[in-house]
């Protein structure tokens, strides 16, 4: 990862900004990155993890106070603890503010189809999805079973939603080479 993408997470992670790490297809590295981001939170803030600290979500945004809950993948298919779709997305993200952030993956290539997925498939108005400032997008290389590489291809500021659309502000794309840096 370059070194100002790996200094832009790990300072939206300490600053406690709600943040979206996505991929397509599976095994990219969400959760890896994901738990980076959250090493760097500031110290001593919690993280309570939907499904491995429990599932009662209003028990732990309380338990979430000053630091991150995190849904380990918005998901129709529970297939792990944790994978959680519709109303539980949607009290997870009404509970995130000034002093719970959030921390979430999930399956998407883009901002876009992101939120669509937590607008339009788990019903989660535009002021609180807005909630999310960061969208990570990965990229894995080889086959998807055992990926020889994986890179952030893609970073997004999200300055707001409409409609269920991300107003987003591309921040880092990856070029084929992986020479270019951050857009200025």
Known sequence: M?????????????????????????LAGKSTVKAA????RPKG????TVGEDGDDIDLLL??????YIDIPEI?????A???????????VFAGIGKTVALAVALHAADPDEAFEIICGGCGVPDADAAKL??????????????PTRRAVEAVHEIVGVRGGKPIARAIYQR???ASRGPRT
């Open 175 to 177: 070029d084929a080479d």
């Open 62 to 67: 309380a338990q979430s106070a000053n630091g």
């Open 37 to 40: 981001m959250l090493a760097e």
């Open 75 to 79: 998901s129709q298919h529970p297939v």
């Open 2 to 26: 370059p070194r100002p993408i790996a200094s832009t997470l790990r300072e939206a992670a300490r600053a406690r900004r709600s943040f979206l790490v996505m991929a397509v297809p599976r």
């Open 45 to 48: 803030a919690p993280v309570r």
């Open 133 to 146: 400032s960061l969208v990570v997008y990965l990229r894995s290389f080889g086959k998807w079973q055992a």
């Open 81 to 91: 603890p944790g994978y959680i779709w519709g109303a539980p997305v949607r009290r």
